[in-house]
């Protein structure tokens, strides 16, 4: 039987699982270390819903996470709202492609338009919080294809070593 858990204790369990898994591999894509004993939350295919409540937790923690949005969910008002809200308290906001394809099956062609659609509305979120944008990528699904249009676009490919599996959750 599953367990529901609320969101304040499945934040809290990422944090042990970072810590039991000692977060030691490279997660950067370039094989650049990342530091010992250091947890790099990120969230995949906001912003949705809960990132109103993950920010203000975040706020009451002082902890800082990578969100990696979907464009499609950040063109309406409120998702664009919660990137400039997190990018003013400190977060980062990654790509994670337009609409979450598996970019093992499509072509180059739209490779390219998932990421520069996604692009467009993280450079404005950027400059609207007066901040530089990383380029951050992490590819749906983890379905690394098309390496060549992610570096031709200046991103930095973010992989993850410990998946959480919260999608399975309720």
Not at 44 to 72: C, H, S
Not at 152 to 166: C, L, M, P, Q
């Amino acid at each position: 039987m599953k367990t529901r858990l609320s969101r304040r204790e499945f934040l809290a369990s990422l944090g042990a699982a970072g810590i039991v898994a000692g977060l030691s591999s490279s997660c950067l894509a370039n094989q650049q270390p990342i530091a010992q004993n250091k947890i790099y939350m990120t969230i995949d295919d906001g912003p949705k819903d809960y990132m109103e409540e993950m920010l203000d937790l975040f706020a009451e923690t002082g902890d800082r996470a990578t969100f990696f949005v979907l464009g499609e969910n950040c063109e309406n008002d409120y998702g664009y709202s919660l990137l400039v809200r997190a990018l003013n308290e400190g977060h980062l906001i990654g790509n994670h492609s337009y609409y979450h394809p598996n970019f093992k099956e499509i072509s180059e062609e739209e490779a390219q338009a998932q990421v520069q659609a996604t692009h467009e509305i993280l450079e404005q979120a950027y400059k609207d919080a007066g901040r530089y944008n990383p380029k951050l990528f992490r590819f749906p699904f983890g379905a690394e294809a098309h390496q060549g249009v992610i570096a031709n676009n200046g991103y930095k490919v973010v992989r993850w070593n410990v998946d959480t599996k919260d999608y399975e959750i309720g």
